[in-house]
């Protein structure tokens, strides 16, 4: 019988349940460089981490976050030079996928601005997905989200977090959503308590 299907299992998963700072974990990482996978029976969908070697540190920190999910620590794979880790398949997590993914692609869900309010995703998304510019601004790559949903995003970002310096910059046929250096200060104040020491170096975390 397969491990993912045994008893132990299925009693373990009816015993789990997203704590509010897992589901703030995982819009920020759904927003960036997590993902959802399907198990399987392709039932219901399973949370997955990878990153390269050099933030090991910070694979190691999501995985204590959803320890109580996970059956086994990340683990090297060679072939990419990452780390990686996966939860087990639950409903609750198929119930995220339905909101941030359609027809098997990630999208920006409907209502971001309820999904996305605490500081904790905000910096999640930043060190996935974020880097600082030359000219002081930052750059959240957003290119594979369409023109509609990065503007969705920037509109989060504007009533939510009161970044209203803020723009689409066109990259070839993508756009990517760049904040201002008006907002960088304040980009800076909201994610620094939660933002990884091996994150500093691409964050405006300069006083």
Excluded at 102 to 128: C, E, F, Y
Excluded at 178 to 205: A, H, M, N, Q
């Amino acid at each position: 019988m397969s491990i993912t299907n045994s008893r132990a299992i299925r009693e373990k998963r009816s015993q789990l349940t997203l704590t509010d700072r897992q589901k703030d974990i995982l819009v920020g990482s759904l927003l960036g460089d997590g993902c959802l996978l399907p198990n399987a029976w392709q039932k219901h969908y399973r949370f997955q981490v990878e990153q390269s070697d050099k933030h090991k540190e910070y694979v190691f920190w999501l995985y204590r976050e959803f320890k109580a999910w996970v059956l086994q620590p990340p683990r090297y794979i060679e072939s990419s030079g990452s780390w990686r880790f996966r939860t087990i398949s639950h409903p609750e997590l198929t119930a995220v996928y339905r909101r941030f993914y359609q027809n098997g692609a990630k999208t920006v869900p409907p209502d971001l601005t309820r999904l996305l309010v605490h500081p904790l995703s905000l910096a999640i998304w930043a060190m996935d997905d974020g880097c600082l510019m030359p000219k002081q601004g930052f750059t959240f790559n957003t290119q594979s989200f369409s023109v509609e949903e990065n503007e969705k995003l920037r509109r989060c970002l504007k009533k939510n977090f009161g970044l209203s310096h803020t723009s689409l910059h066109r990259d070839k046929d993508k756009v990517r959503l760049y904040v201002k250096r008006g907002s960088v200060s304040c980009l800076r104040d909201i994610v620094k308590p939660y933002v990884r020491k091996e994150f500093i170096y691409k964050l405006p975390l300069a006083p």
